[in-house]
């Protein structure tokens, strides 16, 4: 129910890895890896959802209102977070060489559907 | 020595309402911020110290290269971090209806003089 829409975002997206629907919990729903060599995507997608945790929280006492969005830029990856609901969200990590406008705009593109798929 | 570049980041984005360079430590080493109205920006700046030494760690643990840079969008502001050097780091914050590419830019063109004078 979640895999089409998963595999469409990161085949579409031009040095796309990985993508994973994820609880705050760090529980994923659904995910799709292409073959990423060298970096464990899952560990990635665990590792990030304390990130995303701690930055909701941080968004939600400070009053700047609610988490949207975080772009990561490392030495070799871009990871966008794209929030879903207030329980889940969707994490696309791509190469430095990759087209991360692109990508991003696939997230937002297609997180409608998830949302609708996710309740 | 900072200030004269902090203020011109902030004064030439749209919608920027605070820039900050800090050590990881959450300790300013300065700062620049035009009245902000309802939100504390140097306690944002320190709140996501924390988030940035988290995603630093995080991204040191998985292997996927040092972090540069760090976008998040929330409901009411944008927050651009970019790190300078192993210990400090540069947070710009703008309105949601400012220019994210103008700030993030200016950051990314400042960050060297920043460098400079921080050395």
Redesign the interface.
Known sequence: MFKDTLEKIVNQTPGGVGVVLMGYDGIAVDQYFLDSG???LQ??AV??S??VK??RH??E?????????????????YVVIYALTDEYFVALTLKREGNLGKGRYLVRHNSFSLCQALV
Chains 1, 2 share one sequence.
């Open positions: 060298d970096i464990d560990l990635v590792e990030y304390n990130v701690e930055i941080t968004a006492v400070l009053g700047t209102g609610a988490l949207q969005e975080v772009t990561i830029k490392t030495g070799r990856y």
